[in-house]
């Protein structure tokens, strides 16, 4: 089983900064991708930023220049910095890992797994 721990929402005012974080714990053998999805209330959930294995980044256009994801892979831990932050950033943010985890056999495979979320409000 693994867990993903995520921290650091809350309410920020427009213009401002926050730094989510996402740790990974469990039966990790290594972790090939982790990526930070939202849901705003009434909206579908989508795509912010996503960073592999090789630190290869990839983001959301509607965040581009405004967030920077990173990962310490020491401490199986994403980041993500969200500056100059605007009302329609407002949303549940979720961690999003794919790991190699060890199977009860022994075998190693892959799985994707979700954190709770955590929530960003941005507002005046």
């Known amino acids: 089983q693994v867990q993903l721990v995520e921290s650091g929402g809350g309410l920020v005012q427009p213009g401002g900064s926050l730094r989510l974080s996402c740790a990974a714990s469990?039966?990790?053998?290594?972790?090939?991708?982790m990526a930070w999805h939202r849901q705003a209330p009434g909206k579908e959930r989508e795509l912010v930023a996503v960073?592999?294995?090789?630190?290869?980044?990839n983001y959301a256009d509607s965040v581009k220049g405004r967030f920077t994801i990173s990962r310490d892979n020491a401490k199986n831990t994403v980041y993500l910095q969200m500056n100059s932050l605007k009302p329609e950033d407002t949303a549940v943010y979720y961690c999003?890992?794919?790991?190699?985890?060890?199977?009860?056999?022994?075998?190693?495979?892959?799985?994707?797994?979700w954190g709770e979320g955590t929530l960003v409000t941005v507002s005046s």
């Open positions: 999003h890992a794919n790991i190699r985890v060890l199977g009860a056999t022994g075998v190693p495979y892959d799985s994707l797994w």
């Open positions: 469990g039966s990790i053998i290594s972790i090939n991708s």
């Open positions: 960073t592999t294995t090789s630190s290869s980044t």
